[in-house]
């Protein structure tokens, strides 16, 4: 093989492989936020049942200093 072959050649392997690693990174991220999601509608659920049973809302972390 010629050197031009050898390189495009290395760019498709390349190119392959950073396809593969952002498809891997999108579905990641995909499960991330569904996993958030859920969790929301969780805590969200909650508060109401919590608000509906007259008990008083949790107190908010304070931040870091």
Known sequence: MTSSKIRMSAE???DQRTA???DMMEKQN???DA???RLRALRLAKEAEDKAAGKP???KPKGRR
């Open 35 to 37: 996993k958030t999601a």
């Open 30 to 32: 995909a499960a991330q």
């Open 57 to 59: 809302a949790p107190a």
């Open 20 to 22: 593969l690693v952002r």
């Open 12 to 14: 498709a392997v390349y």
